[in-house]
T-cell receptor, first 108, second 110 residues
Framework: GQQVMQIPQYQHVQEGEDFTTYCNSS?????IQWYKQRPGGHPVFLIQ?????EVKKQKRLTFQFGEAKKNSSLHITATQTTDVGTYFC????????FGGGTRLMVKP | DAGVTQSPTHLIKTRGQQVTLRCSPK?????VSWYQQALGQGPQFIFQ???????QRGNFPDRFSGHQFPNYSSELNVNALLLGDSALYLC?????????FGSGTRLTVV
């Protein structure tokens, strides 16, 4: 069946360093969404990407959708302690599948 | 504008029992999806309801069933509970772009 893999599973960074999480699908995605879940919280919608090669920015966050629409990435520039949480990609097309998430920990 | 409301917030059940979880979607949202999230893992899709019909279903056994009412609220029912059903159950509503999640129901099966 269709799988959505995310790497890395965990990432420790020093405050101010950059962070990237990658999402890879075994099948072509119609669109992909990104969510952030704070410890003890629930997923919060960040963005949706639809077009091949699409790049969107939200302040320090940059989201990319691969040309083949099988992968996506989220990059955070100059991390802050408020960025702590688990970042999930989500195939909002047919299978509504979440990736396993990347847990970001930021050392002040 | 209220977001997604789930009840109860916490629940403890015994193996073999049945449980019903409830979800009120965000105002204006007509689609409700249910997810199971085990500790440290990503949410696993259970099913999605739209116009009172199950539109999609993930890889969950028939013990998991649901319902959507005319006001778009939804219920998730789990029969014959197993210890492995212990998890956070998340409800999400949507109207096109993005899903709005509730805070979840923490189910513990003992």
């Amino acid at each position: 069946g269709q799988q959505v893999m995310q790497i890395p599973q965990y990432q420790h960074v020093q405050e101010g360093e950059d962070f990237t999480t990658y999402c890879n699908s075994s099948t072509t995605l119609s669109n992909i969404q990104w969510y952030k879940q704070r410890p003890g919280g629930h997923p919060v919608f960040l963005i949706q990407l639809v077009k091949s090669g699409e790049v969107k920015k939200q302040k320090r966050l940059t989201f990319q959708f691969g040309e083949a629409k099988k992968n996506s990435s989220l990059h955070i520039t100059a991390t802050q302690t408020t960025d702590v949480g688990t970042y999930f990609c989500h195939d909002a097309g047919n299978m509504l599948t979440f990736g396993g998430g990347t847990r970001l920990m930021v050392k002040p | 504008d209220a977001g997604v409301t789930q009840s109860p917030t916490h629940l403890i059940k015994t193996r073999g029992q049945q449980v019903t979880l409830r979800c009120s979607p965000k105002s204006g949202h007509d689609t409700v999806s249910w997810y199971q999230q085990a500790l440290g893992q990503g949410p696993q899709f259970i099913f999605q309801y739209y116009e009172e019909e199950e539109r999609q279903r993930g890889n969950f056994p028939d013990r998991f069933s649901g319902h959507q009412f005319p006001n778009y609220s939804s219920e998730l029912n789990v029969n014959a509970l197993l210890l492995g059903d212990s998890a956070l159950y998340l409800c999400a509503s949507s109207l096109g772009l993005g899903y709005t999640f509730g805070s979840g129901t923490r189910l513990t099966v003992v």
